[in-house]
C-alpha cells in the first residue's frame, strides 16, 4: 500500500516565478492538507481540501492556490514568487469519517528553493 | 487547539527507554494528544495518539494523566534511528484537521 507520495523532491525557482507542487493522497484517504516547513521550525497549516473544495485556510496569502482532482490528488500552486517562500512543502491525507477527521499521514515533502 | 509545552531537547542512550514529556494544561475534553517525528528534512512521521486512556503501539506507548493536563510519550528502546524531533500536538478531530506544531523536542539518541 503506498503512502503520501509527493512531487518533484526538489525544485529551484527564481524570485517572480509560479511553481506547481503535487501530492497523491495514501489509499483510502480523501482529504488532503498541505504545510509550508521553514527551516527550523515546525509545520505551518496552508489549507485543506475535501470534495474538492477548500474548507479551511491558514495564515497565507492568495499567492498559496490549490486544487483537488475527482480522484483525490491535489495541487498548490505558488505565484509570484518571494525569497521567503523557500522551504519544504508536506502534504498530508486523512479520511473523513463523518465530521471527524482522522490521523493525518504526510509525505515526504518537496524542497522548494527560490533564488 | 490547545498549546502544548515540550522541552526544546533532550538527550538518550541507545537500548534505553526514552520518556518525552509535554504539558497541555488548557487541553479541552474532546481534544486528543497526537504525537508526530521528523527526522532530519523527511515528512512527519505519525506514531501514535489518544484522548484518556493510555495507548500503546509497535512504536511507542503514550501515558496521559487523569487530568489530561499533560502526557508522556515512551520509546521502550530507544535505537540510534529515534533520534529526530518529536512533536506533541493537541488535535479537535472535528476541526477539519488542522494541526497546530510547535517548535518540538529535539531528541537525539548517543551509542
Known amino acids: 500500500d503506498a503512502g503520501v507520495t509527493q512531487s518533484p523532491t526538489h525544485l529551484i525557482k527564481t524570485r517572480g516565478q509560479q511553481v506547481t507542487l503535487r501530492c497523491s493522497p495514501k489509499?483510502?484517504?480523501?482529504?488532503v492538507s498541505w504545510y509550508q516547513q521553514a527551516l527550523g521550525q515546525g509545520p505551518q497549516f496552508i489549507f485543506q481540501?475535501?470534495?474538492?473544495?477548500?474548507?479551511q485556510r491558514g495564515n497565507f496569502p492568495d499567492r498559496f492556490s490549490g486544487h483537488q482532482f475527482p480522484n483525490y490528488s491535489s495541487e498548490l500552486n505558488v505565484n509570484a514568487l518571494l525569497l521567503g517562500d523557500s522551504a519544504l512543502y508536506l502534504c498530508?491525507?486523512?479520511?473523513?469519517?463523518?465530521?471527524?477527521?482522522?490521523?493525518?499521514?504526510f509525505g515526504p515533502g518537496t524542497r522548494l528553493t527560490v533564488l | 487547539d490547545a498549546k502544548t509545552t515540550q522541552p526544546p531537547s533532550m538527550d538518550c542512550a541507545e537500548g534505553r527507554a526514552a520518556n518525552l514529556p509535554c504539558n497541555h494544561s488548557?487541553?479541552?475534553?474532546?481534544?486528543?494528544v497526537y504525537w508526530y517525528r521528523q527526522i532530519h528534512s523527511q515528512g512527519p512521521q505519525y506514531i501514535i495518539h489518544?484522548?484518556?486512556n493510555n495507548e500503546t503501539n509497535e512504536m511507542a506507548s503514550l501515558i496521559i494523566t487523569e487530568d489530561r493536563k499533560s502526557s508522556t510519550l515512551i520509546l521502550p528502546h530507544a535505537t540510534l534511528r529515534d533520534t529526530a524531533v518529536y512533536y506533541c500536538?493537541?488535535?479537535?478531530?472535528?476541526?477539519?484537521?488542522?494541526?497546530?506544531f510547535g517548535a518540538g523536542t529535539q531528541v537525539v539518541v548517543t551509542p
Open positions: 489518544g484522548l484518556k
Open positions: 481540501y475535501y470534495e474538492e473544495e477548500e474548507r
Open positions: 500536538i493537541a488535535h479537535l478531530t472535528d476541526s477539519w484537521g488542522k494541526l497546530q
Open positions: 488548557t487541553i479541552s475534553g474532546n481534544e486528543y
Open positions: 489509499s483510502g484517504h480523501d482529504t
Open positions: 498530508a491525507s486523512s479520511a473523513q469519517t463523518g465530521y471527524s477527521t482522522d490521523t493525518q499521514y
